[in-house]
């Protein structure tokens, strides 16, 4: 295809898409729109309803302002240009093409925004954005906008950093639109409570209002239906639920959750209608496990045949069996379902609190977690889950629950409460399977467990079976690449207080000394030979607020990069003297405090593709040219905030672990000969937090016990430093002296007498700061007035 055949075939096709006709989009409105005549649940031979039963108000307005009016539901990529155009095309031509057109109608000003935003052309979008914001749209109008272009369009809007805080603005005001609109809870139980109504008429409107609600309408419908499921009504919510097809089972698996035996009856029916055969081991455990209760077992038996037509209704060990192969396929990661640009899904999970199924966003993994739970502890209900079925079923569910507290949070009190029978020995093992697994939030939460049973004889024990004579799980979680699990652990060997010294106490202070030695400040690391060209390519962040370091060697590089918390990136030269690229990322990976950082290799234009074929196999890495510019890094930053994913950690919380750990470590201190030598190995880490305000007071106090040159010299320059507040001065001065007084003058000759020039410096300072360098001479000279 010419260039110019392309651009013209590109503007004939937006122009067509534009003002949403095209052929193949019009197919999938056929196709697609829940109220086509092929699909219609109230046309003839359909069901109750005639086709003719239409209204033209249903309480959205007039049938033209229905943002889930039929015709709506156009798919945003059976509008858009396909992929093959997208290659094609220069995203130049794109421009050009939208601009000529002039979109003026907020769908085709969406429609431009979006498609300009795939083709990487974001700044171009910015007026047309500009006008959808002028316009000032109602929530009908935004409603409809969602509904054309799904909420994928919308996060793309939202993440797409060229376009804030305008994109993400309108985005949100797309979301709660249509939450407004469309899923009110009330409207929508209204509208359910409408489809026994004795009038044909309310009856058709309620249930095209509930279809355009998707999977929102799922639980009313089912509250409906579970009041009566011989009731006609129930017979209409059943056929309701089968044309929602996927977008109901996900609301359906969580209502089966309920503690309510006749709700769950008819989220099995629903689940009957959904013509999934996959579904099949969901009805298992209430097939065989409700005898007892003719209406759940009736309603699972009915779904069974439903679904299965050909296959009868399996027998204990049959369906034992096909219940276990698929909780182990979930375990393994293995889940069906639709995934998002950022790999989400969408699933829906019962609060037990406010008994009511809520949508929530989660992870492949999550998701995958969420159906093991469910298809293990379905296991356990029928009393046949061996000793792997419960653990995995407790440590899924765990890491669903942790997930939803988050991941810097404490699990809920109801969560805790359903745990506190479990003993040490029991939460132990548990985090055995979670780290094995790679389970990190059911770990994450299973050590704020542990914590809890203040029985450190048990939880830090070795004699596991399955770790041999290695170091218990807890303390194992200490040197995890998650620097949650590390932090986790930490907190609970403190609320388990082991008496002095313990198996792991050298790892336990390293873990807080690391942690508190954090500024909140990012950092980027620079590794290249070229030093002076180092410091040049991190001088690019540092308009972003990135904290540089420069190394030039090999060894730096992985010292530094395992020494400070607060390092979000590292910058790789592949022109590294000593090791290969592959061999340097694998080094990183291999330490836990450097193994989750973001790498980006800068690649010399002749090595550019060997080095993306590198990084392709390496997770948390990226490549990109050696000579960086500024306007480089909003492509870059933006993936590195993907790399990191729910790893990062925001400065805020990093500030409060630095704090929370310094005060953990300084408890420590002084307790036994073992912790005392511990927390000397944090010198380092200690002196770092002297430049933390919020942390300075407990560096001071814990620099006081640290018998090293060091922290002598350091207590010694802090007192010393003018711009310092005068109450912290004398405080480090205070604890230089009761340094001095415990280990002696551990200070070098020239360090005295560059001290004594300090004195004579400080004739034109205050009084008080004259006082100060006097008293810390007077401890040097041994004639301090409290000796």
Known sequence: MSKLHGIKWLALCLSVALIGVCDHTANRVNAQDDFAAQDDPFADGGDEFAADDVVAD????????????????????AAAPSDAVDEVVP??????????????SPEQLFRAVDQLIRAEQAEAARPYLAQLMQAELSDVALAELHHRFGTAAMLRLARTATL????????????????????????????????????????????????????????????????????????????????L?????????????????????????????????RLAPYLVAPLLASRDDEIE?????????????????????AATQLLNDAAARAYAGNVAGEVDSDNQMSRWVWDAKAEHAIEVSMSVADAASLEAARLYEALIRLQVGDATARERATVARLQVDQVAAGLDMPLADETLAQYEQLDAFTLARLLDVALQDEQEAAAIALLQLIGQTHDSAIAMHRGFESTGNRPAPLVRSLSHPNRRIRFAAAAAIHELNPPESFDGASRYADVLGYFAAATGQPHVLTAHPNSEYARELAGH??????????????????????????????????????????????????????ARIPVVVLARKDHMAQVEQLVAEQPRAMAWVENLRDEDLASILPRIAKLWGRDAVDTQRRLDQAETALGWLKQRAGTD?????????????????????????????????????????????????????????????????????????????????QQYARYNRSRNSDAATQALLGEILDTIEGSHPKD
Do not use: C
């Open 58 to 77: 249903d309480g959205f307005g007039a049938a033209a302002g229905d943002p889930f009016a039929a015709g709506a539901d156009v798919d945003v990529q």
């Open 91 to 104: 995203p130049t031509a794109l421009v050009d093409a939208i601009r000529v057109l002039n979109p003026q």
């Open 164 to 243: 804030a805080p305008e994109g993400a603005e309108l985005s949100r005001k797309i979301m709660t639109a249509v939450k407004s609109i469309g899923n009110d809870p009330a409207r929508l139980e209204a509208w359910a409570s409408q489809l026994s109504s004795d009038d044909r008429r309310t009856q058709v409107l309620a249930a095209r209002n509930l279809l355009r609600a998707r999977g929102d309408a799922v639980e009313p419908v089912v509250r409906m239906m579970a009041e009566d499921l011989a009731a006609p009504a129930a017979k209409l919510g059943a056929e309701l639920l089968q044309h």
């Open 245 to 277: 097809e996927s977008e109901a089972v996900q609301p359906l698996l969580a209502i089966m959750d309920s503690s309510d035996a006749p709700l769950r009856a008819a989220a099995l029916i629903g689940l009957g209608r959904s013509g999934a055969p």
């Open 297 to 317: 077992s009736r309603a699972a038996a009915d779904a069974w045949r439903r679904l299965l037509p050909q296959q009868p209704l399996p027998q204990q060990t």
């Open 541 to 594: 962040f540092s308009a972003h607020g990135y904290k540089p370091h420069v190394v030039s060697n090999e060894r730096d590089l992985l010292e530094q990069a395992a020494s400070s918390p607060d390092i979000e990136l590292i910058l790789l030269s592949d022109s590294m003297n000593r090791w290969s690229v592959w061999t340097l990322i694998e080094m990183l990976r291999a330490n836990p405090k450097s």
């Open 673 to 753: 000969v073992t912790a005392s030598t511990a927390v000397l190995r944090q010198e380092e880490h200690l002196i770092a937090a002297l430049k933390n305000p919020a942390l300075t007071p407990d560096a001071i106090e814990v620099l006081a016990g640290v018998g090293s040159p060091a922290a002598q010299i350091a207590l010694l320059d802090f007192a010393s430093q003018e711009t310092r507040p005068l109450a912290l001065r004398q405080a480090a001065a205070a604890a230089f002296h009761a340094s001095y007084r415990s280990f002696g003058r551990l200070l070098t000759r020239e360090q005295v007498v």
